[in-house]
């Protein structure tokens, strides 16, 4: 639990830091280099990760075999809402929609850098209280 309470902390500062990118596009540039919907779509996205790196994590405190599945699965569900999303904002008519795409794809690059940066982590943390434990295993023996 504690750990899960960890990554969260982890995606509100990230949003955070985010946001203040964000509001400094918003409010001391005078011309505006992110599209208008730049705040929904943070929002968006941080929901997005919170949904992802629940799943991911699922497949973390399971069995090996399964992580596999548990991480494509939310590989495809991040692909199938975004692709929603942009098709959706698009579609109804959204003004300057290059731009829209644009705005859209740094977030969401953005978000995955540090979705993978924050499951490599748990991986070579993982990875090396396993080899503690093997070594501490052999050590007795």
């Not at 629940?54 to 405190?61: D, H, K, P």
């Not at 959204?94 to 731009?99: A, E, F, M």
Request: charged fraction near 15%.
């Amino acid at each position: 639990m504690k750990n899960k309470k960890f990554g969260v902390y982890h995606l509100l500062i990230f949003t955070l830091i985010l946001a203040s990118f964000l509001a400094i596009d918003e409010f001391l540039l005078f011309n505006k280099i992110l599209h208008e919907y730049k705040w929904y779509l943070l929002l968006f996205f941080a929901l997005q990760s919170l949904l992802t790196t629940y799943i991911v994590s699922q497949g973390l405190n399971r069995d090996v075999r399964v992580f596999q599945g548990f991480f494509f699965g939310s590989m495809l569900l991040r692909m199938f809402l975004s692709i929603g999303v942009v098709f959706y904002v698009v579609y109804q008519g959204v003004i300057y929609p290059l731009w829209f795409v644009v705005t859209f794809f740094v977030l969401y690059f953005c978000f995955v850098s540090f979705e993978i940066y924050g499951l490599l982590v748990k991986l070579r943390l993982k990875n090396t209280a396993e080899d503690g434990n093997n070594q501490h295993s052999y050590e007795n023996t």
